[in-house]
């Protein structure tokens, strides 16, 4: 079974730039999250998707970041205009909405670096 | 709010010795479900054990086995007879389960392995 695929998986780019991640989850994993995951800290949650629906994305800074997952399948997440502080790791992540642990599948990540 | 803390920031092991990774929750829900990640350097975060809060059994997968203790809201991940491969940042996490909500993750251990 293929795991979760992202890209790409490094991107640099000066400030005030715009910048892309694509996610394409488990087959058949109709819950998707993207985490920010910081140089010495855990993941923090952006956003959560179910099917093409947004279930939770009150610590995405939407006045940058933007997500969308329009046919229920992979999903893209934009951050424009980029700051220095969006240097991070950007993990995508799914779920198989029936699995009553919520057990979460990673991808590599996208390796981030703001200039 | 839920939080996950890690005490350690960094461990060290000798080869073939067992080590335990502290974590301590907090959060007033009866049922959910704690997870170790572990992220090796540069590579995706993988799932290594995960507990059941109504389950009073602990948890063990091969060499990697939890002591879970809920009423000191303790979730402690131990392993044995350590290996190189096992040097990597080691996540706790907590959820609520099914897809009702995101990962809370601590901020890691590193754990290092001495040959």
């Known amino acids: 079974e293929a795991g979760v695929a992202q890209s790409p998986r490094y991107k640099i780019i000066e400030k005030r730039q715009s910048v892309a991640f694509w996610c394409n989850p488990i087959s058949g994993h109709a819950t998707l999250y993207w985490y920010q995951q910081i140089l010495g800290q855990g993941p923090k949650l952006l956003i959560q998707f179910q099917n093409n629906g947004v279930v939770d994305d009150s610590q995405l800074p939407k006045d940058r970041f933007s997500a969308e997952r329009l046919k229920g399948v992979d999903s893209t997440l934009k951050i424009q205009p980029a700051k220095l502080e969006d240097s991070a790791v950007y993990l995508c992540?799914?779920?198989?909405?029936?699995?009553?642990?919520?057990?979460?599948?990673f991808g590599p990540g996208t390796r981030l670096l703001v200039l | 709010a839920q939080t996950v803390t890690q005490s350690q920031p960094e461990m060290s092991v000798q080869e073939a010795e067992t080590v335990t990774l502290s974590c301590t929750y907090d959060t007033s829900e009866s049922d959910y479900y704690l997870f170790w990640y572990k992220q090796p350097p540069s590579r995706q975060m993988i799932l290594v054990i995960r507990?059941?809060?109504?389950?009073?059994q602990n948890a063990t997968e091969n060499r990697f086995s939890v002591n879970f203790q809920k009423a000191a809201k303790s979730f402690s991940l131990k392993i044995s007879d350590s290996q190189l491969g096992d040097a990597a940042m080691y996540f706790c996490a907590w959820n609520y389960g099914g897809s009702q909500g995101n990962l809370i993750f601590g901020k890691g251990t590193k754990l290092s392995v001495k040959p």
């Open positions: 992540a799914s779920s198989f909405f029936r699995d009553r642990e919520g057990t979460q599948y």
């Open positions: 507990q059941e809060a109504y389950k009073q």
